[in-house]
């Protein structure tokens, strides 16, 4: 395929820019985005980035009653020397390509996505905003638009994406959230698109979400859809435990969200050399874990809020606090040097960052 | 809540209506739709029938991301007295309900709804067709547009409704289909989303069914997700299986849909005093009672094609022919009595048909 050019058509008045202390997530949008569109046998064409506006749609389009979309989620930082960065977006590209694999969508061209996000970035650079823990969220997503009603794969779709400034997620520091086992509802189930990053998913967590939000807690802990027993991930990020010594994620099985921030933590432990094994783990082992006194810490993982301590877990009418309800060293550890290499206060040993000024081909 | 009125904005220039035998499914839309919106604390407000139109949708609306959307499907008939009308439609808007508890979307007040689609399709009464086997599908929906990209049941909502003429399912009379099991992937499972009708559930679905099309195979039949072991129904139908001369239905478990068509079939066989029975029953025992000789009939049940006899069942290396490949006397007879009932051809007994002129109350 030939490399295609992106049309640049630039907004006449740019929007009012929020304050960095005023910022929240997902509500704001920048004065750009970018779309492109597949059709066959077109292929994937009409890359542009042009004013943010809204879609014209027809209430046939096929995302509307099909849900075949797919998402993204990362960030941009502006980093102490100036420059804007982003953390290991060709992982998110790939993993855009896997989910569009199990969705029946045709795939993108990774290296030339990612350059369209760096240029869209680019043009809207002021909007990244300046204060530490602030970012940039780069929301990259695809829909199908076939105006056809019958159940089949589209062949029409938008990519898409949009940017949005956001606030620091801790505002006083990294802080520990409490988290519910969910053992009634189930997110996915291998065979099904758990592994995928698709609207669907998180559609049928909303349930649970919402219960668990009544009675205060943050978020949910998934169990398999099988046997209800093993610990998958929570709502929005995968989850480590600290067991005697060893720290401890799910083993990616197919219904697990493979997330970037986790394979990140996994390396860098293992650069360490703390000791971290992927495995299947029971809720039951993760209790006994906690009565010998051995549950020494508990974290989530996601592009989000980077590191999640977990102060405290219910299941069912067992109430785990972990490490007092505090923030566990290596859980600490983890976030500093992630959001050090992330700002650019610490070196980046791994290669993790990408200016958005530089066409760096994609890194596999 | 007060009732609403429906405001009518009718369209200038009619489109022109497809022939009768050119019609196939859900491509073409007819000059009107309706169209309600959702925000609080307004609750459902703006009932109205407008042009039928493209919407206007921001890129960052939460439908486009989470999928949290539901959705219905249902016909208008022309009879052989003139009247149009409706196959129990208080049952879709029940149902519609069902998934909007399921998916967090606030609930539609049933009767105003049914009233909504009446006006609709009286509006547009020309585009229903005339000939036999022919019909208007009618398709609600609702999706979710509040502009936020966070996970969280969403603020805002539009319910909508658009009208396809659709042709007959079969063209040359009832027909029978092949159909694979599903045994590597899985639409949904107990504690998901497979009881509700929502986007997600189908967008799972297309990775099996694009390969099984590959293999000559109409649908695929799923199994259970947990032990991929029990029956649990076909890609757009509900599944009965004759044997040894009783009539049985995977039962209604949490995961699978509450067909409608499946409702009224057991109904009719109840009616006839032919044995039916809802109970779980697993592949493995369908093959035996399939080498025993005892698997007299297997049909699938839907609004689409109400009833589709299945000629051969493909389940690993196994070929299953059932009743030589040809349409069986229970599924003939069912087929016979729904399309009768629906077109006016025989008589209503249990007061399934709505007239579209009429303002049933809703029946429970
Ligand atoms: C279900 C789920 N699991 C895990 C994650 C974490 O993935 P990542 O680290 O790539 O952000 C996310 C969010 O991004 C998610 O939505
Ligand atoms: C998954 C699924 N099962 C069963 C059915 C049959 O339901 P009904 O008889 O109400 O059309 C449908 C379609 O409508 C469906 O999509």
């Known amino acids: ?20 202390d005023q910022l929240s997530f997902g509500k704001i949008f920048t004065d750009h985005m970018f779309v492109m569109d597949y059709s066959e046998p077109l292929g994937w064409h009409n890359a542009s980035i042009v004013p943010y506006q809204p879609l014209q749609i027809e209430p046939s389009a096929m995302v509307f009653h099909y849900a075949q979309s797919v998402f993204e989620g990362l960030k941009a930082y502006r ?43 680019s043009i809207d650079r002021d909007w990244v905003p300046h204060t530490e823990g602030t970012s940039l969220y780069i929301r990259p997503f695809i829909i199908s638009t076939e105006t056809y009603i019958g159940v089949s794969a589209s062949t029409r779709y938008k990519f898409i994406v949009i940017l949005s400034p956001v606030g620091a997620y801790y ?12 053992d009634e509802y189930v997110r996915t189930v291998k065979g099904g698109t758990g592994e ?10 909303l349930k649970a979400q919402e ?25 929005s990020m995968n989850v480590f435990f600290k067991i005697n010594g060893e720290v401890i994620t799910p083993k990616l099985n197919g219904s697990i969200l493979s997330g970037i921030t986790r394979s990140s933590v996994i390396e860098l432990l293992q650069h ?19 009565q010998r006194g051995e549950l ?6 996601g592009t989000a809020a980077v590191i999640s301590p977990i102060g405290e877990l219910k299941w069912g009418d067992k109430q785990l606090i972990i490490n007092d309800g505090k923030t566990g060293d290596i859980s600490k550890k983890v976030y500093d040097t992630i959001t050090g290499i992330q700002y ?8 993790w960052m990408q200016n958005i000024e530089t066409e760096s081909p994609v890194k596999h």
Chains 1, 2 share one sequence.
């Not at 995928?196 to 049928?204: E, I, P, R, S």
């Not at 650019?344 to 290669?351: A, I, R, S, T, V």
């Open 296 to 301: 020494e810490e508990a974290f989530g993982s």
């Open 171 to 182: 505002k006083e520091g990294i802080n520990p959230v409490k988290i519910a086992v969910e």
């Open 344 to 351: 650019g206060h610490m070196e980046d040993p791994f290669n």
């Open 79 to 121: 980093t102490d020397n100036g420059s804007i960065e982003l953390f290991r977006p060709e992982k998110n590209m790939e993993r855009l390509n896997r989910s569009n694999d199990r969705l029946c969508i045709p795939p993108i061209d990774e290296e030339f996505a990612l350059k369209a996000i760096k240029q869209l970035v």
């Open 196 to 205: 995928a990053k698709t609207g669907g998913n998180y559609a049928a967590s």
């Open 272 to 290: 360490w050399d703390i000791p971290v094994v992927e495995k299947r783990i029971s809720i039951e082992e993760l209790y006994e874990a906690y």
């Open 211 to 235: 219960l668990v939000a009544q009675t205060g807690y943050t978020q949910v802990l998934w169990l398999d859809g099988v046997e209800k027993k093993y610990i998958e991930e929570v709502g």
């Open 1 to 20: 395929m030939e490399e295609q050019t992106i049309r640049v058509q630039r907004c006449e008045t740019k929007k009012e820019k929020p304050q960095d």
